[in-house]
Structure formats: C-alpha cells, structure tokens
C-alpha cells in the first residue's frame, strides 16, 4: 500500500523535502509518494487543498512558507493544535486525528497541526555534540523561526535565554505572550535587548532572524563572542557563521534542522523512527 503525503507551499519547486522523505521510507522500507503541492496564498485556497488531500486519502502533509500561520489557524479553528503548534503560533506537520474520526467527525474537523521545527533544531544540536543542559543561549531575532525554538530549548534543559531583536519591543512581547501561553516558559527567567546590545559570552548563539535572505549583516558587539554559533539558513554563504568561526566558535548552518523537523513529522505518520544520521549521509552521497 503507498501512503501519500505533500509539502504545501508557496513557491514551493525548490523544496527539498520529498527527496528527504524518500529517503526516510527507503530506510525503513515503506512505499510512499511525497509531493510537493502549490498553493494560492488565501484562507479559502489553503483549507481546500488541505481538504481535498486529505479526502483523496492522504496521511500527512508538510506546511511550508507562507502557510504555517494559516495552518494554524485552521486546526485551531476546528481539528486542535499540539502544545508545540499552539506555543509556536505556526503549524509545519498537518493529520488525522483518529479520534474525531472514530467518533464520527467529518475530515475537515479531523485535521489536526503539530510543529516539529523547534524539536527539529534541538534534535540536530544534540547530534552535533554540541551541550544543551545547563548551556547559555543567547536567541536572535523574535519573528515565527524563533517563536517556534524557544519551548523545546528550553526543555531541552538551557539554564540562560537571552532574546536579542533588532526592534526590541518585538522581543518583550514575544516573552510576555509565551509565559502567558505555557507555564514550563514562564517559569524560566528571559532577558530581551537589543541585537546591538548583546554582550559577553555564550555558550551558543542562535541566528533566527531572515537577515541570511539579504546582503545585510547582523550589527554585533565586538565582544560578542561564543563556543557553538547556529544559523536556522542553510544553503547559502552566512556572513553569522563565519564571524563567530574566526573567533575559534563551532558553527552550524540549518540544514540538519531541516532533515530533524522533517524525521520528527514522518515519526508522528508512519510511527517508524528514523536514524536521522544515517539519513543524512545518504543525502549527503545524493548531492555528490
Ligand atoms: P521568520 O518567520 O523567518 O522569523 P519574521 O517573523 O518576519 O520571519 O521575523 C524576521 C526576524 O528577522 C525579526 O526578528 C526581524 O527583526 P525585527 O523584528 O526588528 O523586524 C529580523 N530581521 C530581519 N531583517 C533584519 C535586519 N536587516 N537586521 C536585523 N534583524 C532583521
């Protein structure tokens, strides 16, 4: 039996993510078809296509930019969020909740977001080596990207959050409405500031922002200084990256992000684990 899945996005040709999940059903020896699904960018689009894909017998979908916010307000409005959707604000992994199902709730109330960003990235920290527990992490940027890593860092153990933004009000806010939301977030001290005025030493340093998409780079304090840089981009040179490893850092870009979220969505489908290292040397020998 193929079980059917899509990306939905827009645009979305140059995603790579049927390619990943080919070779995730291959590892663990399933058949599937994975598909990338252009969407128009309106609610009544969007709740269509995600309708007709699932009637069509669909198990899983993807939601890519710019439709995470959409998604999550359509499973909010109807099919219900996991905590780390309604935490993030954004849905990335779209199925069926059985139990509507099962209680004889049409399809369209059945489909339920997750979001498995946030514990994608942690994932792919953890496989770099690189120490979460007890670690000080200073957070670039407050837009979707690091909404959706600010929960499961923190459960992954930090001892320090440090929110820089370039429009400190941004930042402030974002902590307000996210110890309002979960109380694991507002047990746990955050400090904001401005990008500029971020200071000292970390031990990891997290680029969330979209300034990788510009020519610009980010305005850091020349003392700014940490053992493990990360950068959510991947693919393209990032100027982030390459200040902190002149300073003796380790860095990352977010590729392996990309494979984690992508691991933990086709885990939540099929209910087979992933050996995500393993998957990403078979994508690897794939790009030679
Ligand atoms: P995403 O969903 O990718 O997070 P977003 O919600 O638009 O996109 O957020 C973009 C983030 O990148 C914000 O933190 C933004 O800073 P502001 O809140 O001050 O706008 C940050 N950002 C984008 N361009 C930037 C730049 N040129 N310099 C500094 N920060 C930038």
Known sequence: MTRHFIVIGNPIAHSKSPQIHQVFATQVDIDICYQRQHCPDNAAGFSAVIEAFFHGGGVGANVT?????????????????????????????????????????????????????????????????????????????????????????????????????????????????????????????????????????????????????SSNTLPLADDLNCHYAYDMMYGRALPFLQRFADRGAQTSEGYGMLIGQAALSFERWTGHAINVEQATTTLSKQHE
């Open 65 to 213: 930019v710019p439709f995470k916010q959409r998604a999550y307000d359509n499973c909010l409005a109807r099919g219900g969020l996991s905590e780390h959707a309604k935490i993030a604000g954004a849905v990335n992994t779209l199925l069926l909740n059985e139990a509507v199902l099962k209680n004889g709730g049409s399809i369209k109330d059945a489909i339920y977001g997750d979001n498995t960003d946030g514990q994608g990235l942690v994932n792919h920290i953890v496989r770099l080596g690189w120490p979460l527990s007890g670690a000080r992490v200073a957070l670039i940027g407050a837009g979707g990207a690091a909404r959706g890593i600010i929960l499961p860092l923190i459960e992954a153990g930090i001892a320090q959050l440090t929110i820089a933004n370039r429009t400190v009000s941004k930042a402030t806010k974002l902590v307000t409405d996210l110890s309002a939301a979960s109380p694991t977030i507002a047990q746990h001290h955050i400090t904001t500031c401005a990008t500029t005025d971020l200071t000292g030493q970390f031990d990891l340093i997290i680029n969330a922002t979209s300034i990788g998409l």
